[in-house]
């Protein structure tokens, strides 16, 4: 119960893989982290970032929150970002999301659910700001569905708000900022058609449908 035996044992068993198909891979890996981009995803346990989209440990720099929420308020999101940005000299920041978000599903509810609620209200302004697009939905999945990528898209601005990147961006460093979302039901990603590389291109609030 303390030790949590089976998942040491995976651990070893993973490893031992690893290595067989690759003997240098960990000392490689300890060597060295050089990832190009920074993926800002949802805590869900069923979006692994490196998983779902193929890629080794070592290539993506990953942060993760509920329902990928870029708050300029948020210390940690912020930190990362700088790292990423000015450390790592990541290319893309990716921010991704995924239809059947719980985040974004008890945004939606009338509901009151505690701490959390303070958290939600930043996807409750999303949904706010979009209320005649939503609404115009006929069904509660759609409307749903169409709430997680405005979330996903109003993320993508908040990053591109955010001082880290406006800087980047004035030195001329190369770096995009994209919108994605991934559906846990069928494991592909799509892209929302939202990919700033200025600030000249940041849009309002009329995103893409």
């Known amino acids: 119960m303390r030790v949590l035996k089976k998942i040491f044992d995976q651990n070893r068993e993973w490893a031992e893989k690893v290595k067989a198909s ?3 891979f960990f000392l490689k890996l300890s060597e060295q982290q050089n990832p190009e981009y920074l993926w800002i995803g949802c805590s869900d346990s069923r979006v692994p970032a490196n998983q779902i989209v193929g890629m080794l440990p070592g290539t993506i720099f990953v942060h993760r929150n509920i329902a990928n929420v870029v708050a300029h308020t948020d210390l940690n999101c912020l930190s990362v970002i700088q790292f990423a940005v000015e450390i790592l000299q990541v ?7 995924h239809y059947d978000c719980g985040g974004v599903r008890a945004a939606w509810e009338n509901k009151e659910h505690g701490l959390i609620d303070n958290w ?3 996807i409750k302004d999303v949904q706010r700001f979009h209320k005649a697009r939503i609404d115009s939905l006929p069904s509660e999945k759609e409307k749903i569905d169409l709430l997680c990528e405005l979330n996903v898209m109003e993320q993508v601005v908040n990053v591109c708000h955010t001082t ?4 980047a961006w004035k030195i ?9 979302i991934y559906s846990v039901q ?9 990919c700033i590389t200025d600030p000249d291109e940041i849009p309002d609030t009329q995103y893409p449908e």
């Open 91 to 97: 290319k893309h920041i990716i921010v991704c999301g």
């Open 186 to 194: 069928n494991g592909i990603l799509k892209d929302l058609n939202i």
């Open 22 to 24: 690759d003997p240098d």
């Open 172 to 180: 001329k460093q190369e770096l995009a900022v994209h919108g994605w």
């Open 164 to 167: 880290i990147v406006q800087t």
């Open 120 to 122: 939600l209200q930043n």
